[in-house]
């Protein structure tokens, strides 16, 4: 399989976080290239996910500089993360659970709803053309998904793999260039595992999407990966192609003192 990588879009410099005393990340640095499946691991409370709050602009480092598509970003707060066409899924399930898939994966709409309150209220005009192109978006995602079986049925009554890919479905509604997962397959069964690998490369392959993505399964990060970056207690240890980390003496005893 070759595919096009491109030109970097996201490019961390020198990024420290810190939260009172305790240090989350120091002075990390590395990029993100378009079109790119890029993996963020590293033990438990290494700082991965405070690496996606910062890219996705809820946490922001008191040192270093994020540039996007070149330009440098000053202040990102999470709803410019959505206009910038950064989405993301989370580590627990933030769904709604008592509402139908298809309504769920419908909210992954809402920053691209143009029309206002009071014209969807009375659904007049222009929110009911947008309405109708929207629900054709959310039945794309479904399809693509494969989980129109299941569009009526109220999220919480799916088993766990089914929920993921749900969650998955609302951030994909959303049209992102830039999809963060934060642990898309913890907790699933191999079976649930191998299908949300195939959406996930069907995702990068199909949409050209840039996926970054924490996750502890290494068989599955080693798999889909172009390049894999390596925190430890909020360093970075290792960065590059699957076959130089899964190599790399620090990453190793990183690995082995964390008993995985
Ligand atoms: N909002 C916060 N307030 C205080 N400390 C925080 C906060 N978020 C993260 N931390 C601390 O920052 C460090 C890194 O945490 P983070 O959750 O980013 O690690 P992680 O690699 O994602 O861990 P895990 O694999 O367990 O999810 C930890 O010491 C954590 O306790």
Redesign the pocket.
């Given at each position: 399989m070759s595919k096009q990588i491109g030109e970097v879009i996201l490019d961390l410099q020198n990024i420290s976080l810190r939260?009172?005393g305790?240090k989350?990340l120091t002075d990390i640095s590395f990029d993100v290239r378009e079109h790119e499946i890029r993996a963020i691991i590293?033990?438990?409370?290494?700082?991965?996910?405070?690496?996606l709050n910062v890219i996705n602009g809820v946490y922001h480092p008191q040192e270093g500089k994020v540039f996007w598509r070149g330009s440098e970003r000053r202040k990102m707060e999470p709803h410019m993360a959505a206009q910038q066409n950064i989405a993301r899924t989370f580590?627990n399930i933030a769904l709604f659970k008592g509402m139908s898939v298809l309504d769920n994966i419908m909210t992954g709409r809402i920053t691209k709803m143009k029309s206002t309150f009071l014209e969807h209220a009375l659904w007049f005009g222009r929110a009911r053309q947008e309405e109708l192109e929207h629900r054709k978006k959310v039945e794309e995602v479904i399809d693509f998904l494969e989980i129109q079986h299941i569009r009526k049925t109220p999220v919480g009554r799916l088993p766990y793999g089914l929920q993921k890919r749900v969650e998955l479905g609302r951030a994909l509604a959303a049209e992102p260039k830039m999809l963060l997962l934060d642990?898309p397959m913890a907790g699933m069964n191999v079976e649930e595992k191998q299908d949300m690998c195939r959406f996930i490369l069907d995702v990068n392959d199909q949409f050209g999407t840039t996926i970054v993505l924490?996750e502890?399964d290494m068989g599955v990060v080693m798999d889909i990966s172009d390049r894999v970056v390596v925190?430890d207690y909020?360093k970075k240890i290792g960065d590059g192609v699957p076959d130089e980390v899964k190599n790399n003496e620090d990453v190793i005893k990183a690995y082995l003192g964390a008993g995985h």
């Open positions: 939260f009172g305790v989350a590293g033990p438990n409370g290494a700082g991965k996910s405070s690496m580590q642990e924490i502890h925190l909020g």
